[in-house]
């Protein structure tokens, strides 16, 4: 599920509907009401309810988090972030979500949230 940076959700989002998200992320259409930075978040989930997702903001922020519950009430692990992430960077961290390579995420030179 792709979060878009005007809160409008696209299940199973093509790779031209992540282009956008993070085009307009990155240009900075995304920029909430608040003016605060925008945001656009790729969801993915399994059944038994595991739930990974990744973030990205305005600036090249982008952060990974894993949850055991669909609800996303349980961290498996603290979340992770990267700073400054280029454009296409941050659009291969979604085709990995997308694929479900998980682990792969996993191995990306992560920062611990602070």
Do not use: H, N
């Not at 656009?40 to 519950?69: I, N």
């Not at 960077?89 to 611990?112: I, T, Y």
């Amino acid at each position: 599920m792709l979060t878009r940076p005007d809160g409008r959700d696209v299940a199973a989002p093509s790779e031209a509907q992540m282009a956008a998200a993070l085009a307009d992320v990155y240009s900075g259409k995304a920029a909430s009401p608040d003016g605060g930075a925008g945001s656009a978040v790729l969801r993915f989930g399994y059944d038994d309810g595991l739930m990974y997702e990744v973030e990205v903001s305005t600036g090249g922020r982008v952060r990974f988090a894993e949850w055991s519950d669909r609800d996303c009430e349980i961290a498996l692990a603290g979340p992770r972030v990267m700073t400054a992430l280029a454009q296409a960077d941050a659009l291969q961290l979604w085709r990995l979500l997308a694929l479900r390579q998980v682990a792969k995420l996993r191995s990306q030179p992560w920062l611990e949230a602070g």
